[in-house]
């Protein structure tokens, strides 16, 4: 069945360092593609998304290019700061079937 | 234009005793789903339901665990007789039923309701 494969964590970084978190995924048909974002305490935020092949979403800063040849969602940003310290889930949706990866805890320090 | 209504936030049980979890999907959204998040681990789908219809139920335990979506009031995530291995954060999403697919496909999540079994 579908799934997604998203890179472990915990992720640290120091402020303004660049972020990449990879994501690849295994689907039967072309399903949509999600990054989504959980705070501490908190439910989960759709941060971005992409519904076909070379789209690029983008939210905040952060940004995903939906890669059809290398079935990879990887989510990026330039400068991360401290208020981006997080829990990132990727997902994708084939109708109404999601399907999220384990998520990569994310720790920006000052 | 409220979003996903989850109550209550915070919800602590004895073993053996019920937990009855409620969420009350977005305006206009007729698609509820239920995600179990163990500490530190990520979210593992329990069930899918439309109004008064369970479409897939693959992710629930066969016993104690039971959800339903009536055609009038919010979901109900049932679970009965609980123990400490229940102590969860619930989280519950909806997604419209427009047919525009790029509506179609997003979920959106309510706030959870964090269980405690003591």
């Known amino acids: 069945g579908d799934s997604v494969t998203q890179m472990e964590g915990p992720v640290t970084l120091s402020e303004e360092a660049f972020l990449t978190i990879n994501c690849t995924y295994t689907?039967?048909?072309?399903?949509?593609l999600f990054w989504y974002v959980q705070y501490p305490g908190e439910g989960l935020q759709l941060l971005l998304k992409?519904?076909?092949?070379?789209d690029k979403g983008s939210n905040k800063g952060f940004e995903a290019t939906y890669r059809k040849e290398t079935t990879s969602f990887h989510l990026e940003k330039g400068s991360v700061q401290v208020s981006d310290s997080a829990v990132y889930f990727c997902a994708l949706s084939d109708n109404n079937d999601m399907r999220f990866g384990a998520g990569t805890r994310l720790t920006v320090k000052p | 234009n409220a979003g996903v209504m989850q109550n209550p936030r915070h919800l602590v049980r004895r073993r053996g005793q019920e937990a009855r979890l409620r969420c009350s999907p977005m305006k206009g959204h007729s698609h509820v789903y239920w995600y179990r998040q163990l500490p530190e681990e990520g979210l593992k789908f329990m069930v899918y339901l439309q109004k008064e219809n369970i479409i897939d139920e693959s992710g629930m335990p066969k016993e104690r665990f039971s959800a339903e979506f009536p055609k009038e009031g919010p979901s109900i995530l049932r679970i009965q007789q609980v123990v400490r291995g229940d102590s969860a954060a619930y989280f519950c999403?909806?997604?419209?039923?427009?047919?525009?697919?790029?509506?179609?496909?997003?979920?959106?999540f309510g706030a959870g309701t964090r269980l405690s079994v003591l």
């Open positions: 992409a519904t076909k092949a070379d």
């Open positions: 999403a909806s997604s419209s039923t427009q047919p525009l697919p790029l509506a179609k496909n997003i979920q959106y």
């Open positions: 689907a039967t048909g072309y399903p949509s």
